[in-house]
């Protein structure tokens, strides 16, 4: 059957009018991407704008991240601040890492957020998501450490009889789960790669791991006997303890609390003490050597009591900050190496 040079015309025509009538993505404010992006991390951000009878997207599962992805793509730039822009663009950036395959994120106790917001069946569903998501995660070499995996069986056993069938069973799964044998990012696919689009953001430049260590060593002061006293724990970096008298920036990272580190630090007029400073340069120095240098478990506990003053209950809830907040403790760079 021959086709005439009219009717490919025609069809040509038919799908670009049908291509036409596709709605264009419509841009959203600042403003607006951050309300949506509260709603959506309702399991992270504590409000009452988050209204309890709203449909609740699940943590991590396909539709979220979609969601997602899709409230990332639709920022109408143009109203951004600059360092809004960079915000945006580093979370975009940590779309394309192994975090989707780590759907409960350690800092949070999701298990008693969940409880209160939704129901049994609901809950089922997501400790049976998380489960089969951990066991794809393991197929691709992507595997917790101990300490993640010990929050999460903390946060679940409280009170076991309470949790649903599939809540038990995750318990009996994570009991019997082999972990990576190192607890660093390094170890994951890609790991280096990820730590450093972390420390990037953070430090607010670029600069080689290696290069940092040495500024860090550079400027590390004697071992203060007055450490500073903890309170953060594990549900927040301990960067902004440090920063607790300065003015908080708004920002778009559910990870931070809704709070913009790096813009903090930086507008901040606080003068850090000389604890302080100690603590900060410690926190990181640290961060590089579990992060890239593959440092253990004792090497690390070694150095915080070393140089902070730290007994070993003290130093293992900084370790376990370090290990849920990545890089974050960089935002004080600047703060500690020009002091």
């Known amino acids: 059957m021959k086709i005439s040079r009219r009717n490919i015309f025609s069809a040509l025509v038919a799908l670009t009018m049908t291509a036409g009538c596709v709605e264009p993505q419509v841009q959203i404010s600042y403003e607006n991407l951050s309300k949506q992006l509260k709603e959506l991390h309702w399991f992270a951000y504590q409000s009452s704008s988050v209204q309890t009878d709203q449909l609740l997207e699940l943590p991590f599962t396909e539709r979220y991240l979609e969601l997602r992805h899709d409230l990332l793509a639709s920022a109408d730039l143009e109203s951004f601040t600059e360092s809004a822009q960079q915000e945006l663009q580093y979370l975009s950036i940590q779309q394309r890492y192994p975090e989707r ?75 019997s789960y082999r972990v990576r044998s190192s607890l660093g990012m390094y170890q994951l696919p890609n790991g280096k790669e990820w730590y450093q689009s972390k420390l990037n953001f953070y430090s607010g430049s670029v600069r080689a791991p290696e290069a940092l260590f040495s500024e860090l060593q550079s400027v590390a002061a004697e071992a203060t006997s007055t450490p500073i006293k903890i309170s953060t724990g594990v549900h927040d970096p301990i960067a902004l303890q440090l920063l607790e008298a300065c003015n908080k920036v708004p920002g778009l990272n559910w990870r931070d609390g809704f709070i913009s580190l790096r813009q903090t630090a930086e507008q901040c007029q606080k003068v850090l003490t000389k604890s302080e400073t100690q603590f900060a340069l410690s926190m990181m120095e640290v961060d590089l050597g579990i992060h890239y240098f593959a440092w253990s478990q004792k090497q690390a506990l070694l150095a915080l009591q070393s140089r902070l003053a730290l007994n070993e209950d003290q130093a293992f809830v900084v370790l376990k900050n370090i290990l849920f907040f990545p890089a974050t403790s960089f935002v004080l760079l600047d703060s500690v190496t020009s002091a």
């Not at 949070?108 to 998501?133: C, F, G, H, P, T």
């Not at 999460?152 to 995750?170: E, F, H, K, M, W």
């Open 101 to 175: 395959f780590l759907p409960w994120p350690a800092h949070l106790n999701i298990a008693k957020i969940a409880q209160q917001r939704l129901n049994s069946e609901q809950l089922d569903n997501w400790y049976k998501y998380v489960e089969l998501r951990l066991k794809e995660a393991r197929e691709s070499k992507i595997v917790l450490n101990r300490i993640e995996k010990q929050q999460l069986i903390d946060y679940l056993t409280p009170d076991v009889s309470r949790l649903t069938n599939a809540g038990q069973q995750l318990v009996t799964y994570l009991e």
